[in-house]
C-alpha cells in the first residue's frame, strides 16, 4: 500500500531549526559594555586622557631605540654571564624554599583539609595582606633593610611565591573530591594523617605544576627586582639603562628570552610527566 501522506515540510523544516538558546543576547551586550567602558577610560577628564598623537609626534624615537635594540653588543656578553647566574640561583632559592613552606600552609588555607574555621581564616588573611603588595615594594623595603644583594631579592620572592602557591593550591584542594576525606574521618584517622595519606597524593599535581609556574616566574620578576637594588640581571639592566646602551639592553634581553624558552619547554616535560 502506497503512502499518499503529503510530506509536512514546513513542520520538518521547523523541528530541524534549534530554537535558539536563551541569553544569547549576553556576550554581545558584554563585549559593547566593556568596549565603552574602555573607552571611557581614556577620555581626558574623566579618565587617565590617552594622547595618541603622542605616537605620531614621537615615533622617530621610538624608531631609533628599536634600531638599538636590533643591534645587540655582542661584546658585552661576558659581562652578563654572573649576573644571569646570580639570578637563576635566586629564582631556585627563593622557588625551592617558597615551596616547601607553600605545601602545609596550602592544607590549612583548605576548607577540605582545614575543618577548623577560626585557624583557617587567620591563615588566608594573612595570605591576602602578603598578596596584595607587590614583589618590586618588597624588594624596595628589604633592601633598606639588608641591603644591596641577592638576599633581599630572595626574600621578596619567597614571599611572592608562598602568596600565589597558597591560593593556587588550596582552591584546587578545595575542588578535588572530598569523600575520600570524609572516608577517613568516618574510621577515625586524625587530620593530620587525612591530609598525609589522602590529600596531598591529589593535590601533588597541582602543587607540582604551580610551583613549576612560579619558576618561570621568579626567573621574569628576578630581572626587575635588581633594579631596586635586589640582586640579579637587574641591577645590569638598571647600568645599561643610565647611560642609554641599547644595544647591550638588548643583548640581555635576548639572553633573558632564551633562559625562559628553555625553562618553559624543560617544565612543560616535567607537567607532562608528573600530571
Excluded: H
Excluded at 520538518?12 to 577610560?41: N, Y
Excluded at 597541582?206 to 637594588?229: D, H, M
Excluded at 642609554?244 to 634581553?253: E, G
Aim: hydrophobic letters at 55%; proline letters at 7%.
Amino acid at each position: 500500500m502506497t503512502d499518499t501522506t503529503p510530506p509536512l515540510v514546513g513542520t520538518q523544516r521547523a523541528l530541524d531549526i534549534p530554537a535558539r538558546p536563551r541569553g544569547a543576547w549576553k556576550a554581545p551586550v558584554v563585549v559593547a559594555v566593556v568596549i565603552v567602558v574602555t573607552a571611557v577610560m581614556c577620555l581626558p577628564g574623566i579618565g587617565i586622557g590617552v594622547d595618541l598623537g603622542a605616537i605620531a609626534r614621537n615615533w622617530q624615537n621610538g624608531a631609533d631605540k628599536i634600531v638599538q635594540l636590533l643591534m645587540p653588543d655582542w661584546s658585552f656578553f661576558p659581562r652578563t654571564i654572573p649576573p644571569l647566574i646570580e639570578t637563576l640561583q635566586m629564582a631556585v632559592i627563593a622557588t625551592a624554599i617558597g615551596a616547601a613552606v607553600s605545601l602545609p600552609l596550602s592544607f590549612w588555607a583548605a576548607r577540605a583539609t582545614n575543618p577548623n574555621a577560626p585557624a583557617r581564616i587567620a591563615v588566608r588573611g594573612v595570605l591576602n595582606v602578603i598578596r596584595s603588595v607587590p614583589d618590586l615594594l618588597y624588594a624596595a623595603i628589604l633592601v633598606a633593610m639588608v641591603g644591596v644583594g641577592a638576599l633581599p631579592g630572595i626574600l621578596a620572592l619567597l614571599l611572592f611565591n608562598v602568596g600565589i602557591i597558597v591560593k593556587l593550591v588550596s582552591e584546587a584542594i578545595d575542588t578535588n573530591d572530598r569523600g575520600p576525606l570524609e572516608a577517613g574521618r568516618a574510621v577515625g584517622a586524625t587530620q593530620a594523617k587525612i591530609n598525609r595519606t589522602l590529600a596531598l597524593p591529589d593535590a601533588w599535581p597541582a602543587f607540582a605544576n604551580q610551583t613549576l609556574y612560579v619558576f618561570e616566574l621568579n626567573v621574569r620578576a628576578s630581572t626587575v627586582l635588581g633594579l631596586v637594588g635586589a640582586g640579579g640581571m637587574g641591577l645590569l639592566i638598571d647600568a645599561v639603562r643610565t647611560f642609554y646602551r641599547y644595544d647591550q639592553l638588548s643583548l640581555i634581553i635576548l639572553e633573558i628570552l632564551i633562559v625562559v624558552i628553555v625553562i618553559d619547554l624543560v617544565s612543560d616535560a616535567i607537567r607532562r610527566r608528573l600530571v
